[in-house]
């Protein structure tokens, strides 16, 4: 089996900056598309931005011009960078890959354990 695991979680003031990282628990051979997913208490998961093999991005209207996603094939992980934060940006962070591939083996829809942000002063 194989996983995805997020760091860089943490609390923030309003205005500060985090960055988020994500990476496979086990070596792979590669990772299709990458995700990056938020949930609040009492809403449901929204996408936060992607990234493609290739490095195509798109991002959810409310984050645009604030949050950078952006990947590294060679260590097949991928990152988030957050600036601006404002305290409705509090969530638990999800990493997601549709199709992540070991060998022969391909596993899909695979998620991290998230990650908490909190913007508060």
């Known amino acids: 089996q194989v996983q995805l695991v997020e760091s860089g979680g943490g609390l923030v003031q309003p205005g500060g900056s985090l960055r988020l990282s994500c990476a496979a628990s086990?070596?792979?051979?590669?990772?299709?598309?990458m995700d990056w997913f938020r949930q609040s208490p009492g809403n449901q998961r929204e996408l936060v931005a992607l990234?493609?093999?290739?490095?195509?991005?798109n991002y959810a209207d409310s984050v645009k011009g604030r949050f950078t996603i952006s990947r590294d094939n060679a260590v097949n992980a991928v990152y988030l960078q957050m600036n601006s934060l404002k305290p409705e940006d509090t969530a638990v962070y999800y990493c997601?890959?549709?199709?992540?591939?070991?060998?022969?083996?391909?596993?899909?829809?695979?998620w991290g354990q998230g990650t908490l942000v909190t913007v508060s002063a």
């Open positions: 997601h890959a549709d199709q992540v591939w070991t060998g022969n083996r391909r596993y899909l829809e695979v």
């Open positions: 086990r070596s792979v051979s590669r990772i299709n598309r």
């Open positions: 990234i493609t093999s290739g490095g195509s991005t």
